[in-house]
């Protein structure tokens, strides 16, 4: 509605009321320029109300409050412009988490290198020193090599995080039989079970099953849970069987050892969480790693504990549509 055709309208009232000597044309001519003024002032105030969102949208953190949208074309103009305010929101908050999570992560990446550079830089002034003997030498050679590749697994592991997160690291699945996977993964730690005096049970011998996932990011995954079960159990038991029916493939593992308190069971997945019993060269990515993993294999990995009685470990792979 334009004032050319108010203004029209109103004249013609005025001239219908002379010529018909009656106040009615003139009382409606007043009603239509009133309704039209209402009319004004409602667009007036939807514009008042695009233009404080549109400024708004350049304060750093600016809230927009959006309103319900009129009829008429100014409403959907209103309508697609909080549309779009949303977006640039929800956009921006999205990439302030980002630099966050990226400053927490450079942060916690510092921290976990620190320590072996540390090392290193220790080690390498008592290679340095001219009276050292040949045996205390080839100890020292040894330790620098632990924190080398203590460093390099850091490295690798917390790449192999960075390109799961973003969906860039491609796990090809194939028809994998299971048991002999498990096997692997086992005959790999049966070392370190030995150390700890540690007894690994298979309760799976025999059994003929088969899951479609990816051979070694899976084997990668299962072998940090079992590790991790190991060096919490001295001297106790893992205990390794599976399940699977038409809707999932379960593996679980089990140990009897320190159990996990219940206050650190929701961040034992978390990257760069230790626990108050982990072990003393652990960097907290082992689970978390895992974790990932069997996420990006339409999977879940969940956990329940008791201290004093063990831990369970519960992987659950689901068909892909």
């Keep these: 509605m334009t004032w050319k055709l108010e203004l029209a309208v109103c004249a013609g009232c005025l001239a219908l009321a002379a010529v018909l000597g009656s106040p009615l044309p003139l009382a409606a001519g007043f009603g239509f320029w009133g309704a039209a003024c209402v009319w004004r002032r409602r667009q007036a105030r939807q514009l008042?109300?695009?233009?404080?969102?549109?400024?708004?949208?350049?304060?750093?953190?600016?809230?927009?409050?959006?309103?319900?949208?009129?009829?008429?074309?100014?409403?959907?103009?209103?309508?697609e412009v909080y549309k779009l305010v949303d977006l640039l929101q929800e956009q921006a908050g999205s990439?302030?988490?980002?630099?966050?999570?990226?400053?927490d992560m450079l942060a916690d990446i510092s921290h976990q290198l620190k320590t072996p550079l540390t090392a290193l830089g220790i080690l390498m002034d008592i290679l340095g020193t001219p009276a050292l003997s040949d045996e205390k030498r080839l100890?020292?050679?040894?330790?620098?090599?632990?924190?080398?590749?203590?460093?390099?697994?850091?490295?690798?592991?917390?790449?192999?995080?960075?390109?799961?997160?973003?969906?860039?690291?491609?796990?090809?699945?194939?028809?994998?039989?299971?048991?002999?996977?498990?096997?692997?993964?086992?005959?790999?730690?049966?070392?370190?079970?030995d150390v700890q005096g540690v007894s690994l049970r298979r309760m799976y011998d025999g059994e003929r099953l088969w899951l479609s996932c990816d051979r070694e990011w899976t084997r990668e995954a299962l072998a940090n849970i079992v590790k991790n079960c190991i060096?919490?159990?001295?001297?106790?038991?893992?205990?390794?069987?599976?399940?699977?029916?038409?809707?999932?493939?379960?593996?679980?593992?089990?140990?009897?050892?320190?159990?996990?308190?219940?206050?650190?069971?929701?961040?034992?997945?978390?990257?760069?969480?230790?626990?108050?019993g982990s072990a003393s060269g652990s960097v907290g990515l082992g689970l978390a790693l895992a974790n990932q993993i069997v996420l990006g294999q339409n999977g879940m990995l969940s956990v329940e504990s008791q201290v004093g009685a063990g831990t369970v470990f519960s992987v659950r792979f689901y068909p892909v549509g």
């Design 139 to 193: 100890e020292t050679v040894g330790k620098a090599e632990a924190q080398l590749g203590k460093i390099q697994w850091l490295i690798r592991s917390l790449l192999v995080l960075s390109q799961l997160d973003a969906g860039v690291l491609a796990l090809k699945r194939e028809e994998v039989e299971l048991c002999p996977l498990l096997d692997g993964v086992c005959d790999s730690l049966e070392v370190l079970a």
């Design 231 to 276: 060096e919490h159990s001295p001297g106790g038991t893992v205990t390794l069987s599976v399940l699977q029916h038409n809707f999932s493939t379960s593996i679980t593992i089990q140990d009897n050892g320190s159990g996990i308190p219940k206050e650190e069971l929701p961040h034992i997945f978390e990257r760069f969480y230790k626990g108050r």
């Design 48 to 79: 008042d109300e695009l233009i404080d969102a549109l400024t708004h949208l350049q304060d750093p953190g600016g809230y927009v409050h959006l309103t319900d949208c009129q009829e008429g074309k100014l409403g959907i103009l209103s309508s």
């Design 95 to 103: 990439a302030h988490q980002g630099k966050r999570y990226m400053a």
